[in-house]
């Protein structure tokens, strides 16, 4: 049974940080392009960042840039979002997509930037 679990998600003051964290099973997770990708209410869902099956290489969005950084361990089968200096347009929930041959999506987590 495949599974995404996203963690991590808030109530964050504009400038803090979070990190979230996607816990996968079911599938063989170091083959698996990871991403994360958020939706704002009325908006649509936007990549945020990606990761390749090594780690080796990452691309993030323009709005993300220097803020964001994804990270994986493939021995947890696990993908990460540090999220820093965070923005209250960054206020969206947050999920993870792990993509091969087939596509999975976990079930998002919260993410909420007010003062």
């Known amino acids: 049974q495949v599974q995404l679990v996203e963690s991590g998600g808030g109530l964050v003051q504009p400038g803090g940080s979070l990190r979230l964290s996607c816990a996968a099973s079911g599938f063989t997770f170091s083959r698996y392009v990871m991403s994360w990708y958020r939706q704002a209410p009325g908006k649509e869902r936007e990549l945020v960042a990606t990761?390749?099956?090594?780690?080796?290489?990452?691309t993030d969005a323009d709005s993300v840039k220097g803020r964001f950084t994804i990270s994986r361990n493939n021995i947890r089968n696990t993908v990460y979002l540090q999220m820093n200096n965070l923005k209250p347009e960054d206020t969206a929930v947050y999920y993870c997509?792990?993509?091969?041959?087939?596509?999975?999506w976990g079930q998002g987590t919260q993410v909420t930037v007010s003062s």
């Open positions: 997509r792990a993509s091969d041959r087939s596509t999975y």
């Open positions: 990761i390749g099956t090594g780690g080796t290489w990452t």
